[in-house]
């Protein structure tokens, strides 16, 4: 349950709110397995199934008070077991809808009394507990199972541990309980994997290779490109990592058809789908693996799918006809380093692209026909990986394969070497150099230094003089340098260092050579010149992944925290002084570069970097703040370092340097702001030192795109706040907004159309847009396929769309037909966001019913995706049927799509805000024909009585209509009198909402009125 559960299981995407196990064949397997085990416990382990819990398993249950029979202590609602623990609380509390269990005795039990509702009772356990291990054995015991090692048999592990009590020899007993059950699932997802193949490498490497004839121009052209993510192929055709291979994983695609944005594609044994955007191996979240769409038979049905472009013209050409290029490609092997010093290597996360040539070698032109061969780094050999032909061995086990990968960010694009085509075009300096560097190796010190100061007088900014010095050798010669005792031959090797790392092959070449952990070795040095250097050209180094990785590693991140130690801010300083605060320059600029890996920022925290930053911040030097604010604005993406910027008051020092001259400095503040500025107090902090007015001055720098897009940005988020709305309309930002709708980048738009969106939460604000031409524009923006600027641009659209004179315009410029087509945008984003837009668009709309009846084929969408798996697609769904339903001929057409089956499978639902909108859409299409009559047969009466149980008074609202309406059928009013309706509805009735009073009285007259005919009926008949 913990390697399986977060691994094999099939979760679905996070993005609005907890992650919810798919229903898939895989899970359903899954999640029998484990009741199975579970049923058992109590009986095959009864010692174990005795240990109290650490922290108790809780979810919401389905069981009530009258499921439990002995055993148990019953008040009301609530249960409590008669066992309890050693501090007297019970092993098993039921609080309805949350149940609390402390041992896997209780646990076993509940799903005994669960009967047919055991599985549901599992899943819901193990999505609110995603990591249960921890909660049953307690946090502690992870630690000291980390320190015996994962592998130590059963008897030594319990022998260590029988020191510490008999409590913790249970422990670990109940520990190998569950990791064997673990390694069983695991086995089993395997199996099914490998007897459910479908497609397999070779079939979607022919199909690939079929597309890529398509990529080229002219009219035959139906894709713009094809590629694979990793251009490594291992032994068995796969290009995916092998413990993604152990999923059934082949590849990952990036393909651009014509007509739409970028496809990310998985090709797996069970098919091909749209993932969360792998762009690049080794670049990838572990939500980018994610399935984000069906599952198609192969590559060209998922095309035909999402291009109307490529389905219109691949129909004309014949694939089956189409032969094949014999074409060799050229094998791209990656090398892989350790994640963490001292800890086991891990394949799938380590890749990285090695395709320059090694630093000594000399420099040749290609021979005529002749193919570049890349050697397999000795690391993958060392992993097991390896055949000796330099490929994976068929059937080798996945190393690691379920380890939590890494989240580093920007990885370096790989830049194509330019070489000159023969001898003759090089310059003289190219020559002259390699004599140098002859020099530099055989010199004495004195020779030594001479000769780097004689290189130094060359433009070592220049292409050719930076490859000169590769080609001969010379990196290894100037890496050497640094481990030498010579404070001159080292100071001289990293000024040369600093300025040849701006090159993209020369600072994957030190890398490679080990010359970065010299480097980080050199930041100890009590010479501050050397210090200084050392910072300075880590942050030119460390611009991918690998490197900011190594410096981690090797203790940089510590060693440049340490030279942030200065005092910046001094009116005059003495010599001392001045290279203190050259150095905390040069570290900043160091952390600058690190700080895009995720780890490192957490590194950097970790070493008490936040506090020290903030010192900097008041530093009257430029070339220091640009750093520091650059550093402070990349880790600001994490909410840790948003909390450490307010508490170290640095958001007074961000506006400050709001109104400098640097554009830069200004774009870097803005940027930090922006991020900063999704939490409440740092918006007020902003209004407070009065930083929204700079941030209004800024967009009048239209030009500078980049400092646009961070000013918007900060706006954007500054503007959540309605007390900064009130005070930028009166620096009239809202007008000039307006103005940046048109003729700029999507970064920009979608920060402006964002801040639009508050501001049309204002009233007055909405005939401000509309005066100054914004509906149009807006309008104009829902042709795009940005999803990002889409659901802003929805939600504007939706928030212009409460005022009337709006909406006409809206609706004169085709823009409800246009919201309406963005449901069937793949985004779940997108589709929520639009189906909140239509709320107010058909609200307001002048014939809201005929305009809904003239769009084609939209009743039946809306229907369609109340069979969406999102929670907040759902709720806005449910939102935008309430509007409908109250037009009665599209009510009627709800109902013959089907409207009250899909409504009533939801009624199950936790979601209140989900409650909430599902209730009002029950509620409203009550109205026609016999649907009432229809909701109660399947089902959906019980579950809105439970509604009524929330704590969110706007659930109890639209719960108390609903089931006004449906109180007037007969049946329905058994089924509520049964489950208990009344005495909640007398309690509501006591409530200050007249709304809600009334519909609580009439549900509960309803009831009555049937009971009395009933009683009548026993009398006089």
Known sequence: MGVSLTRAAQWTPASSGTGKLESTPMNESLLKEILRFVEQFGSQHPQEAEHVFEEPLR??????????????????????????????????????????????????????????????????????????????????FAVILENEGANTDVLSLVGKVKEQGEDMEVKVKLFLLLQNMDNQLLSKCLKEISERVRLDPTAVKTEVELLKRFCSEGEKRLLKLVRYTSDYEFSNGCHAPPWRQARGEICYLVIEPCDTETLYITCSTAGVFLNGCIKQEGEEEESGYERTSDTYKDLVTLLKSRSPHFAENANKQDFAAQELPSTQKIQHVESVDAEEQGQPQRSYEQQEKNVHEKARQQHTPNKAGGEKKYEPCPRWKNLGLMSPSGKTPAGAAPVDAFSESSSESEEEEEQPERRPESNTDLP?????????????????????????????????????????????????????????????????????????????????????????????????????????????????????????????????????????????????????????????????????????????????RKAGG????????????????????????????????????????????????????????????????????????????????????????????ANNKQLLAAATGAIWKCSISMENVAKFQEYKALETLVRLLTNQPEEVLVNVVGALGEFAQIPANKATIRKCGGIKSLVDLLTGTNQALLVNVTKAVGACATDKDNMAIIDQLDGVRLVWS?????????????????CPCIQNAKDAGEMVRSLVGGLELIVNLLKSTNNEVLASICAAIAKIAKDKENLAVLTDHGVVPLLAKLTNTTDDRL??????????????????????????????????????????QSTAMALYQLSKDPNNCITMHGKGVVKPLIHIMGSDDETLQEAAAGCVRNIRLLALANRKAQLFY
């Open 822 to 838: 963005l449901l069937k945008n793949p985004s779940a984003d997108v589709q929520s966001s639009a189906a909140w837009a239509l």
């Open 610 to 701: 936040v506090p020290l930053l903030g010192r900097l911040l008041k530093s009257p030097h430029e070339n220091m703040l640009i750093p520091v604010v650059g550093t402070l604005q990349e880790c600001a993406s994490e909410e840790s370092y948003r909390i450490a910027i307010q508490n170290e008051g640095m958001i007074k020092d961000l506006v400050k340097n709001l109104s400098s001259d640097n554009d830069e400095l200004q774009m870097h503040c803005a940027s930090a702001i922006f991020k900063c500025a999704q939490d409440k107090q740092t918006r007020d902090l902003v209004r407070e030192y009065k930083g929204l007015q700079p941030l209004v001055s800024l967009l009048s720098k």
């Open 915 to 956: 409650r909430r909108h599902l209730a009002e859409a029950i509620g409203h299409c009550c109205i026609w024909g016999s649907n009432r009559a229809s909701f109660g047969d399947a089902g959906a009466v019980a579950p809105l009585v439970r509604y009524l149980k929330s704590k969110d008074k706007a659930v109890h």
């Open 428 to 604: 003289s300096e190219y020559w002259q150099i390699q004599k140098l560097v002859k020099y530099l190796k055989g010199g004495d010190q004195t020779a030594t230094v001479l000769t780097l100061c004689a290189m130094m007088d060359f433009n070592l900014m220049q292409e050719t003089c930076q490859l000169a010095i590769r080609d001969v050798g010379g990196l290894e010669v100037l890496i050497n340098l640094l481990d030498t005792d010579e404070v001159k031959c080292k100071i001289g090797s990293l000024k040369i260092l600093r300025k040849i790392s701006h090159n993209v092959q020369i600072r994957r070449a030190i890398v490679d050579m080990g010359g970065l952990q010299s480097i980080v070795k050199i930041l100890d040095s009590p010479v501050k010149d050397l210090k200084a250097l050392a910072a300075e050209t880590v942050a030119n180094v460390a611009r991918f992944r690998r490197a900011r990785r190594t410096v981690r590693q090797y203790g940089g991140i510590k060693k440049l925290v340490k030279l942030l130690h200065c005092v910046p801010n001094l009116a005059s300083l003495t010599a001392n002084q001045a290279k203190d605060v050259e150095v905390a320059r040069c570290g900043a600029l160091a952390l600058w570069s690190c700080s895009k890996s995720t780890k490192n920022k957490g590194a950097i």
């Open 59 to 140: 979810w919401s249950t389905t069981l009530e008070a009258s499921d439990f029979k002995t055993d148990y202590d019953i008040s009301d609602a609530d249960v409590q077991s008669h066992e309890k623990d050693s501090e007297g609380r019970p092993l098993l509390q039921l609080s309805p809808p949350t149940v609390y269990v402390r041992s896997f005795s209780q646990l076993s039990k509940l799903v005994h009394l669960a009967d047919d509702k055991n599985l549901e009772e599992v899943r819901a356990c193990l999505e609110e507990n995603r990591d249960p291990v921890v909660k049953i054995l307690g946090p502690s």
